[in-house]
């Protein structure tokens, strides 16, 4: 299990070195201006692309977990799901960017980035596969390569003073080329054949229970498995498949309204180069914020969806030990990133961004409770309690979007940041209250112990 997750903790590295070595690039060849426009445009196609894979990616993750090879049916169907999503908004972006013409910069550059729909589309769908087959090399590969190409772009665009144009059909380059290796990556699963991590091959499977995956399942202290539906063979129906996608639809978008409107509203309210000054502390804090998407996004919520139905100690160890290390650690690395934005802003960004080194601080503020939230999320999504989840991160994104309104135009980019602070504390306390009611109970906690024990060879099956 270690070794899993440090293979996905260094590829999560190389993808924030390499991002953020984008953004400095990118800082230091373009005016502030058009820095700014840019990063609020890739923010706005950014904030498209749960809507893009329309929560097919997260569903694989729910079906595969708890039908195993069975699940196979619900490939067709979510895919062409996810096309039709991902072309409609595709053609939505291109009309936005007619919409700035005569400006033809502003155009090109909106027409261009709509490219990257369709990759953040791919690559989440890519990325489910190669957790479902346990591939977390694969994965990390697969995670890294757009980032390294972005990173030849941005160099390209600094070596030789290029536009914010030629900047924008370098990252359209990337997700033409992305999407290609998605497709290749995942031949084998579209056609059935894949191995799935944690599940008998199909033919053994044959006369195995299966969870439709439309119905939630119990609570992880009191979980029970229902029996198979009579034709498992028969994909689902399109109220079905709606009915189980969209709650993670609409709870990843939530999560990017978080990570990029307020980038969004300082553009439109305070101009591109005050953006600016928000878009840079931000894109640290999305860096920082891939910590907790790999431990339970890539690595354990395939496994918590097999444990909900089956071992409901590890899901007790996964709230007591989990949510709590993860608070900590936030506390670590808010400390970490407060104190050394002050210094490494500056330097790395130049002097034009001096102003965004107390943003950041305020911002760091948020990241233990974005850890925290992340990791009882985790156990909300597979305890049967997505819809709940979603509700409380509809009520967080409500709260972030009043507080922007208010703080925007009162503070600027610093009230942008402690309205982000405020969202997060909400959002988190919710969650946790949700999860300690719903998933754990009246279930007793398991103690340092039980965790030593599940850790070691004693207990294999939790790894």
Request: hydrophobic fraction near 60%.
């Amino acid at each position: 299990m270690l070794a899993q997750v440090g293979l996905l903790g260094l590829s999560q590295a190389g993808v924030t070195v390499a991002a953020f070595g984008s953004q400095v690039l990118l800082a230091r060849t373009l005016t502030r201006e058009d820095f700014g426009s840019f990063t609020a445009v890739l923010a706005v196609v950014s904030l498209t692309a749960p809507v893009a894979v329309f929560g097919v990616s997260e569903l694989w993750l729910q079906v595969f977990g708890q039908e195993g090879a069975r699940a196979y049916r619900w490939v067709g169907p979510s895919l062409r799901l996810a096309g039709a999503a991902c072309a409609v908004l595709l053609l939505g972006v291109l009309a936005w960017s007619a919409a700035e013409l005569p400006d033809t910069t502003a155009a090109g550059v909106r027409a261009l980035l709509a490219t990257v729909v369709v990759a953040q589309a791919a690559l989440a769908l890519a990325g489910s596969v190669r957790q479902l087959r346990g591939d977390y090399r694969g994965l990390s590969a697969l995670q890294l390569a757009p980032h390294l190409g972005r990173v030849l772009v941005t160099g390209a665009v600094w070596a030789a003073g290029l536009s914010v144009v030629a900047a924008a059909a370098g990252y359209a380059v990337v997700a033409v080329a992305t999407v290609a290796a998605c497709l290749l990556a995942s031949r084998e699963f579209r056609r059935g054949a894949m191995p799935l991590e944690g599940h008998p091959a199909p033919a053994a499977r044959a006369t195995a229970p299966a969870v439709p995956a439309a119905r939630a399942t119990a609570p992880a202290a009191r979980a029970a498995v229902p029996a198979a539906p009579a034709d498992v063979d028969t994909g689902p129906r399109p109220r079905e498949l709606l009915g189980a996608a969209t709650p993670y639809v609409l709870g990843n978008v939530c999560y990017l309204l978080g990570i990029h409107f307020g980038t969004v509203l300082a553009a439109e309210l305070l101009g591109g180069a005050e953006a600016a000054l928000l878009a840079v502390p931000m894109a640290v804090l999305t860096a920082v914020y891939l910590v907790p998407r790999v431990v339970y996004q890539q690595y354990l919520l395939g496994k918590l969806h097999r444990w909900a139905g089956s071992d409901a100690e590890a899901v007790l160890l996964a709230y007591r030990w989990g949510s709590a290390g993860m608070v900590a650690l936030g506390a670590v690395v808010a400390a970490a990133v407060a104190v050394g934005g002050l210094v490494a802003l500056p330097l790395v960004f130049g002097p034009a961004y001096r102003d965004a080194a107390p943003v950041l601080a305020v911002l760091a503020l948020a990241v233990p409770f974005r850890f925290g939230g992340a990791a009882v999320a985790a156990l909300l999504t597979s305890g049967g309690l997505l819809r709940r989840k979603v509700v409380y991160q509809a009520v967080g994104a409500v709260v972030l979007l009043v507080a922007l309104a208010v703080a925007v135009p009162a503070w600027g980019v610093r009230g942008a940041a402690g309205a982000t602070v405020l969202a997060e504390a909400v959002l988190c306390c919710l969650l946790w209250v949700a999860a300690r009611r719903g998933v754990v109970g009246d279930a007793p906690l398991p103690t340092w112990r039980d965790l030593r024990r599940r850790l070691s060879r004693e207990a294999p099956r939790a790894s």
